[in-house]
């Protein structure tokens, strides 16, 4: 199920976009501000942003920016301004689509499907010879195939696609083992230890990427320390 952040200002635009939403198994979070939908992002994964563009404070395209700056995140921009230089604007600064308001239920749809038709298309991904294939649930260096357990692959998925980012160990238990599991903070630790003499037995060098944060966790340097 796909995770879409719904941030306008006009709390019935956000309730009219989940009722369309919602039926069709999305999971719909809605924020009322550019700043508040950062702040999740900050915590929490999403699939897809449908952003406004006319907002308070900060608007859609800064909004835009300062996410496309952080995260790898497809967003489709809302926007009563149907002007050719403010279209232009969006897709420079990183929107993937846009459409106008008062919009079509079913364009709506569609331009959703097919923006993550695309990021399911591009669902590998590489890092410094690392090529993580989340199709084929493959990890391989160079030519050198990587055996990893179900949660040993959603901990790189979460590294790799979240670079730079301090995930404490309470975070990595609720994003991997669920908000119902049950873990130790000593689980998690072995999983990192186990994950790294798996990089490592393939010539990988995990410790100059795969960092503890002492105290806090664990991150996925992009570069070598």
């Avoid at 501000?33 to 395209?61: K, Q, R």
């Avoid at 230089?85 to 420079?92: A, E, F």
């Avoid at 599991?181 to 060098?205: M, Q, V």
Wanted: proline share 3%; glycine share 4%; aromatic share 10%.
């Amino acid at each position: 199920m796909a995770t879409i952040l719904l941030v306008d200002d006009e709390s019935r635009m956000l309730e009219l976009l989940q009722l369309y939403l919602s039926p069709l198994g999305y999971k719909c979070i809605k924020k009322s501000s550019a700043a508040d939908a950062i702040s999740y992002l900050e915590s929490e994964p999403a699939d897809l942003v449908l952003l406004d563009v006319m907002m308070p404070e900060m608007d859609g395209w800064e909004a835009c920016r300062q996410i496309k700056r952080y995260w790898d995140i497809s967003i489709i921009m809302l926007t009563a301004r149907t002007e050719k230089p403010d279209i232009v604007k969006g897709l420079k600064i990183g929107a993937d689509d846009y459409i106008s308001k008062p919009f079509d239920e079913e364009e709506l749809v569609a331009r959703i499907e097919a923006v993550l038709r695309r990021n399911k298309s591009q669902e590998k991904l590489i890092f410094e010879g690392l090529v993580l294939d989340q199709d084929s649930y493959g990890l391989k260096f160079h030519s050198t195939d990587i055996l990893l357990t179900p949660k040993e692959f959603s901990l790189m998925i979460l590294f790799l696609t979240n670079q730079n980012k301090v995930f404490s160990r309470e975070h990595l238990i609720s994003s991997i083992w669920g908000q119902n599991g049950f873990t130790e903070d000593r689980t998690i630790d072995s999983h990192i230890r186990n994950l790294r003499d798996k990089l490592r037995k393939a010539g990988f060098p995990a410790d100059n990427y795969l960092s503890t944060v002492w105290g806090i966790g664990y991150k996925w340097q992009a570069t070598r320390n």
